[in-house]
């Protein structure tokens, strides 16, 4: 369940994506909300990993956070709280499926989270990932989610005697500060996965995973 908002402005910059300002009387996108929503979500996640694994180094840490807070997990999460049905969007991008990216999704969750601590503080930041996002570190673990699947990949396709994955950069959208790349990776010549991220590596990561299942289901 959503938070109630006190400041009502917070929360509709929070969810006015910068295709509606041409659109709406909306004068301020979400873009500058994300940026400080991103900051709030590290602190809390680096803080929760912390303490719940206390023998874990350094590492070790610093992969379940990239994998909590990278930008499938935190679309997955926007979607499941409704954000992509509230998200003030242009009648283009609603054509392009833009309540369907990844990355427009994510950012969407962090500017919320950003807007949420503007408007009641620190804890009540922490409270709403704690009780949304911070759950998922369960499955992160278990499933091996903060796993390098490029390396994963590589090791895989050399035992059977294959070429070296290679991964090429297929899209580029939004403004230079929140670039959503689209990375597809190929072993001799196949394609075998695409991924989507917020940098070339989560996408190539992630493009990585999805050439995984499909050689597990093959």
Request: glycine share 6%; hydrophobic share 40%.
């Amino acid at each position: 369940m959503l938070p109630t908002f006190i400041r009502q402005d917070l929360l509709s910059t929070a969810l006015t994506h910068r295709s509606a300002l041409n659109e709406s009387t909306a004068t301020e996108s979400n873009e500058r909300l994300e940026f400080l929503g991103d900051a709030v979500l590290e602190l809390v996640t680096t803080e929760f990993l912390y303490a719940k694994f206390p023998s874990e180094p350094e590492g070790m840490l610093t992969s379940y956070r990239a994998a909590l807070v990278k930008t499938t997990t935190l679309a997955v999460v926007a979607k499941e709280l409704g954000l992509d049905q509230l998200l003030k969007i242009s009648k283009g991008e609603e054509r392009s499926g833009g309540r369907d990216n990844v990355g427009l999704l994510a950012d969407t969750f962090e500017a919320f989270t950003g807007a949420l601590y503007l408007d009641q503080g620190y804890e009540a930041a922490k409270v709403f990932i704690s009780t949304n996002l911070l759950p998922k570190v369960d499955q992160v673990v278990t499933q091996k989610l903060y796993k390098d699947y490029k390396t994963s990949l590589q090791e895989q396709v050399q035992s059977q005697g294959q070429g070296t994955p290679i991964y090429e950069t297929i899209e580029e959208s939004g403004p230079d500060h929140l670039k959503v790349f689209t990375v597809q990776v190929l072993v001799d010549q196949n394609i075998l996965g695409a991924g989507t991220g917020r940098n070339k590596q989560d996408a190539s990561q992630e493009a990585a995973r999805a050439a995984l299942e499909k050689m597990k289901d093959l």
